[in-house]
């Protein structure tokens, strides 16, 4: 069974940090690229990182780059993404997903085949 799980959301102050997980099994890791995409309420999802696991090769949106960073332990099956200076714009649902390789660095979810439930960041000025 292909499971992608997501955790390390919740609520913190503005200017504070998160690190968010994505544990992943049931499927080759290593022939996929796994992205993190979020959901604000009233608003479309959002890809913000993706990073392939084959190669490392980092992707991220020009707006969340200096904040966030993506990496992966391979032993692990995880995807962690990490946010510094949170922002309560960042307050969305989180999610990640599994993407065939070849589609690394895309942000269409059409691309991504299996999705984890999500985690919940809030931010609070």
């Known amino acids: 069974e292909v499971q992608l799980v997501e955790s390390g959301g919740g609520l913190v102050q503005a200017g504070g940090s998160l690190r968010l997980s994505c544990a992943a099994s049931?499927?080759?890791?290593?022939?996929?690229?796994i992205g993190w995409f979020r959901q604000a309420p009233g608003k479309e999802r959002e890809g913000v990182s993706s990073?392939?696991?084959?190669?490392?090769?980092?992707y991220y949106i020009n707006s969340v780059k200096d904040r966030f960073s993506i990496s992966s332990d391979n032993a692990k099956n995880t995807v962690y993404l990490q946010i510094d200076n949170l922002k309560p714009d960042d307050t969305a649902v989180y999610y990640c997903?599994?993407?065939?390789?070849?589609?690394?660095?895309?942000?269409?979810?059409?691309?991504?085949?299996?999705w984890g439930q999500g985690t919940q960041v809030t931010v609070s000025t």
């Open positions: 997903a599994a993407t065939p390789n070849e589609y690394a660095g895309s942000y269409s979810p059409n691309s991504y085949d299996y």
């Open positions: 049931g499927f080759n890791f290593d022939d996929y690229a």
């Open positions: 990073i392939s696991i084959s190669d490392g090769h980092k």
